[in-house]
């Protein structure tokens, strides 16, 4: 006994001395950092892989075959449309994917000579072996992703959650194909499908309204083109189904209100620019149509998302312009539109419905003849990042709007956070 404790001393002892010696010449600390790092690599590399077949899956026939199997076993509200529905798709969905994707990294661990991908292996491991213990002991305890009920938050832009993947099931199987970290579905462009989706779009005859609307049809969306002038709109309602037109007066918001219901997307696009006038008449025209118009069908669209999977499909693209950060060498244009700004910081707070900005720079149109980015160009920058699903829609050549917006939407957001609160139902 005494000699097996002393050997077991003896070999602590020289354990530690050796990590001592390894921790002074800096071996350990290279040799932990080593592996975190490429532990955290493999980490993101199966999120990557497993979403990147998740994509394929969707593309090629024979792979789709087994995959809908997964698809085939959700009803609209997540539940489980039976428990045969259910095992099928852990044995030839789940248990598929998660064992191609552990013999994929197994394989990249091998040739890496890299311990850390240990951990993606571990990690790959982990579906494998859920999946195997739901189908085999016959459980149904889905995922977080996967739980029943209605969708009480929106899709979040961080990470992959219940309104982030219904999407993928009910709104567009090509789309949204991202299990955990969105990051694949930005690459892709599949962050935000807008396909089939009816978007309501004011300012419809300006040169961004119609340079927008073009962009949208081409993205086959159905375009309510919403304006004050319908005369002065160049696209012509054909009666065709995919663009109409639409006649609305300021004040009288409201009355949008029934054709809002069937809208999924309402862009907020309409505004006036009183340039040097400093006049009471400029103030009010400045605030009632940059400000104070656009809060009313901010209000009266999220008063429609009421269905149990709105939440997840309904949103409101609000252009406050570039002027939240920078001059627009026209005071009350930037007054009125960083109060915009600011006012929709704070109700996004309370998640009525996914609210995008749209920061964008100076374009040629009627108000602005000076403008040096095309209508055409900021149309497509604005497609491009909201099908990356980014919340705050960055387009313009001033280089330090990219580097000022985000700080200050943070700081806003932050003190908006802290001294304000969501009113009691
Ligand atoms: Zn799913
Ligand atoms: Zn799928």
């Not at 305890?141 to 029943?148: C, E, L, V």
């Not at 992959?160 to 694949?184: C, E, I, K, Q, T």
């Not at 009627?366 to 497509?380: F, H």
């Amino acid at each position: 006994m005494q000699k097996i404790m002393r050997m077991l001393t003896e070999g602590l002892a020289g354990i530690w001395s050796n990590l001592a010696i390894s921790w002074d010449s800096g071996v350990l600390i290279d040799v932990i950092s080593r592996f975190v790092m490429w532990g955290l690599f493999s980490l993101l590399l199966v999120e990557v892989l497993r979403d990147s077949y998740h994509a394929l899956c969707h593309q090629i026939d024979w792979l789709a075959k087994w995959h809908n199997k997964h698809h085939m076993a959700y009803r609209r509200d997540l539940s489980i449309v039976s428990a045969k529905a259910y095992q099928d798709s852990q044995l030839y969905h789940d248990m598929l994917e998660s064992g191609l994707l552990v013999i994929a990294i197994a394989i990249i661990a091998v040739f890496s000579h890299e311990i850390g991908f240990g951990l993606g292996v571990f990690y790959a491991s982990g579906f494998l072996y859920a999946a195997s213990l739901r189908y085999f002991l016959g459980t149904m305890d889905t995922d977080y992703a996967h739980r029943p009920g209605a969708l009480e938050t929106t899709p979040s832009p961080w990470w992959v959650n219940r309104s982030y993947h219904w999407r993928h099931h009910f709104d567009d199987v090509n789309a949204y194909y991202s299990g955990v970290f969105p990051l694949v579905d930005k690459i892709l462009g599949t962050g935000l499908s807008l396909q089939g989706k009816t978007i309501a779009i004011t300012g419809a005859s300006g040169a961004l309204g119609q340079a927008l609307s073009q962009e949208l049809l081409r993205q086959n969306a159905k375009v309510l083109a919403l304006t004050t002038n319908p005369d002065k709109l160049a696209v012509e309602d054909t009666g065709n189904n995919r663009f109409k037109v639409l006649s609305w007066q300021m004040g009288k918001e409201t009355e949008l209100k029934e054709k809002f219901e069937k809208v999924d997307i309402l862009i907020i696009n309409h505004g006036v620019n009183v340039y040097g006038d400093r006049t009471t008449e400029g103030i009010n025209s400045s605030y009632e149509i940059n400000t104070f118009s656009a809060l009313r069908l901010i209000d009266i669209f999220s008063s429609t998302v009421t269905g149990p999977q709105s939440k997840a499909t309904k949103e409101i693209w609000v252009n406050t312009s570039e002027a939240e950060v920078s001059p627009a060498l026209s005071p009350l244009y930037e007054l009125s539109k960083r109060a915009l700004g600011d006012i929709v910081t704070l109700k996004r707070l309370d998640d009525p419905c996914i609210i995008r900005k749209l920061i964008l720079g100076p374009f040629k149109s009627k108000l602005n003849p000076y403008g040096v980015m095309s209508a055409t160009q900021v149309a497509k920058g604005i497609v491009f990042f909201a099908k990356r699903d980014f919340r705050n829609i960055i387009v313009t050549i001033n280089p330090l709007t990219y580097i000022f917006s985000p700080i200050k939407e943070t700081m806003t957001w932050l003190y908006y956070r802290i001294f304000s609160q969501k009113k009691k139902e």
